[in-house]
């Protein structure tokens, strides 16, 4: 199906952190009005009343005229077409108990690179499992993209992936402006298992930097993840993609390697002798590579793809192995 976007489409967002902030400013400035979900009631008075968010990327001033922030889901479903999901994956289910409202005529899109723990399954096989929705109304957001840098209308290319082309290109035309460049896709299974596993291994990357490997070795790990990447995507999905596409490698690298990476963060923490329970109460926000690795340990037991990166971060968060000595062991196999 061709879903109807139009000049008047209302998107709903779900989710009030960095990242859903960020994208509502870049719909805002492109004169979409969004009706916004905001369960946390400092945020929601700051949103009334001053027209930013207390909590995150507080600098953002937005214009209240395309913004209607309300604390029921449920107003948010009835009054849209796009529903923009940008909630950290450990919590979306508890967010979306509350809905009543039917999904069947919406269309659902994902700006979360997190996989739901206790069902192993991406957010839009989540919608499709959960809420029977085809694939055809269900697309994603993703790419190099730290909110941080998004608020600051730093340039940005991200990429829309949807089961048809024609809604992914209608769903870009809402967030393309001169700084958020938007390219399109219908790899919807690779581009969002990419998303998921880059967090893996920028946990792997942050263990390495805080164990005291240098750049040289550093670069080799991440080469390696980007080809434990493209092996786990090919062949679990076999499908006509380049993973280095920036989608897929840009997002790694960015994780990998930039300091707002909390992925990253959680790793070096654990690599600087913090235990993993410590390290988890340091991050201010979720590093969804966390619940990525176990989940990805699970999946995998379908696929059997050789994993030996994923596997290491797995052993360190979840086995308690040490980090020094799984790390060294690595070195010998890449």
């Given amino acids: 199906m061709a879903f109807n976007i139009t000049d008047n489409t209302k998107c709903g967002v779900i989710g009030y952190g960095s990242w859903a902030t960020a994208l509502v400013h870049t719909l805002v400035k492109n004169k979409v009005h969004v009706w916004w979900h905001i369960r946390n009631e400092e945020v929601m008075e700051s949103l009334l009343t001053e027209g930013y968010n207390a909590k995150y990327l507080s600098d953002i001033e937005f214009d209240k005229n395309y913004i209607t922030p309300v604390s029921d889901i449920n107003e948010v479903v009835k009054n849209t077409e796009v529903i923009l999901i940008a909630t950290p994956s450990a919590f979306l289910k508890n967010v979306m108990e509350d809905l009543t409202e039917s999904l069947e005529d919406k269309?659902?899109?994902s700006a979360t690179k997190g996989i739901i723990a206790d069902d192993y399954t991406t957010i839009t096989e989540y919608f499709n499992q959960t809420y029977n929705l085809p694939y055809a109304q269900l697309g994603l957001i993703s790419g190099p993209s730290h909110a941080e840098e998004v608020a600051l209308d730093r340039l940005s290319y991200l990429t829309v992936a949807c089961?048809?082309?024609?809604?992914?290109?209608?769903?870009g035309e809402m967030f393309k402006s001169?700084?958020?460049?938007?390219?399109?896709?219908?790899?919807?299974?690779?581009i969002e298992y990419a998303a998921v596993l880059k967090n893996i291994y920028?946990?792997?990357?942050?263990?390495?930097s805080g164990l005291g490997y240098g750049d040289n070795f550093r670069a080799v790990l991440t080469a390696a993840c980007s080809k434990e990447l493209t092996k786990f995507v090919n062949e679990s999905y076999p499908f006509e993609r380049d993973t280095m596409n920036s989608v897929y490698l840009g997002d790694l690298l960015v994780t990998s390697y930039s300091s707002f990476s909390r992925n990253r963060r959680l790793g070096?923490?654990?690599?600087?002798?913090?235990t993993v329970r410590s390290a988890l109460n340091e991050m201010t926000m979720v590093a969804e590579g966390y619940?990525?690795?176990a989940c990805i340990k699970k999946i995998n037991e379908k696929h059997d793809v050789s994993m030996p990166i994923a596997d290491m971060v797995y052993d360190v968060l979840y086995r308690r192995m040490s980090p020094r000595k799984r790390m060294k062991e690595l070195t010998a196999s890449l």
């Fill in 178 to 190: 001169n700084t958020f460049k938007v390219s399109y896709s219908t790899d919807i299974y690779g």
């Fill in 291 to 293: 619940y990525a690795a």
């Fill in 202 to 208: 920028a946990i792997a990357g942050g263990l390495a």
């Fill in 163 to 171: 089961k048809e082309e024609e809604n992914a290109h209608k769903i």
């Fill in 107 to 109: 269309f659902i899109l």
């Fill in 268 to 274: 070096q923490l654990i690599g600087h002798g913090h």
